[in-house]
Structures are given as structure tokens and as C-alpha cells.
């Protein structure tokens, strides 16, 4: 009887075992899967931040371009306000209009009104 109750204890410890390992994997398995959703998150911060930045870089190559049409427009008796009116409808007719350079026609507009001293529309200025 005794070698029954020694292989009964030992077969209590090996399941006892066996429960905390299970414990332990699915611990395990719950912070896997928290990491993955972790991950995927940040690759979706990632995408986000990816566009924002295509977009700047298009932002800031219009007020560039705006900054172009201005210096070639200015002559020795100060800014040709038709030559650069004109640069910057060609600019605008040369931009796309869907695609992240469509984001480059507000810019163009709103520095071009700026350079040429005009105040925005009530709407825009409003931001509605």
C-alpha cells in the first residue's frame, strides 16, 4: 500500500506540475496576445504617420514653388502682380488633382493670397 500511495503523491505533484505549466502558457499566450495587438497598433501609427508626412512634403514643396513664382516675379520696380498671378494659375492647372499633390492647391492659393496681400473668403477664415 505504500508503493501505492508513494506513486499517488507522485501523480498528485505531476498534474500539480502540469496545472502550473497550463497556467503559465496561457499567461503566456494572453501577453502574446496583447503584444500583438501591441504591434499592430504601432504599424498602424506607423501607416498614419507615413501619409502625414507625404502630405507635408507636399505642403512644403507648394509654399516652395509658391516662394519660386514670387523671386521670378519681382522686377526692378517690385512684384509683377499679373506675372505672378499667372505662374501660379499654371502651377495650379500643372497639379494634380487627386493623389497626395492635390493637397498643394490650398497651399498655392493661401500663399499666393498672402504674397499678393488679399484676404481670405469669410468661410476659410472662419475654418468652416
Known amino acids: 500500500m505504500r508503493?501505492?500511495?508513494?506513486?499517488?503523491?507522485?501523480?498528485?505533484s505531476a498534474l500539480q506540475e502540469c496545472r502550473i505549466q497550463l497556467t503559465a502558457a496561457r499567461k503566456?499566450?494572453?501577453?502574446?496576445?496583447?503584444?500583438?495587438?501591441d504591434l499592430e497598433a504601432a504599424l498602424h501609427r506607423e501607416e498614419n504617420l507615413k501619409s502625414e508626412l507625404v502630405l507635408e512634403r507636399e505642403r512644403t514643396e507648394a509654399v516652395r514653388l509658391v516662394l519660386h513664382a514670387l523671386t521670378k516675379s519681382i522686377g526692378w520696380l517690385g512684384l509683377r502682380r499679373r506675372l505672378f498671378r499667372s505662374r501660379i494659375a499654371r502651377l495650379g492647372r500643372e497639379t494634380p488633382d487627386s493623389g497626395p499633390q492635390a493637397v498643394r492647391h490650398d497651399v498655392l492659393l493661401t500663399e499666393s493670397r498672402r504674397v499678393l496681400g488679399v484676404t481670405p473668403p469669410v468661410d476659410q477664415a472662419s475654418g468652416s
Open 3 to 12: 508503493d501505492a500511495s508513494a506513486q499517488e503523491l507522485l501523480l498528485l
Open 28 to 37: 503566456d499566450e494572453q501577453a502574446g496576445a496583447a503584444l500583438r495587438h
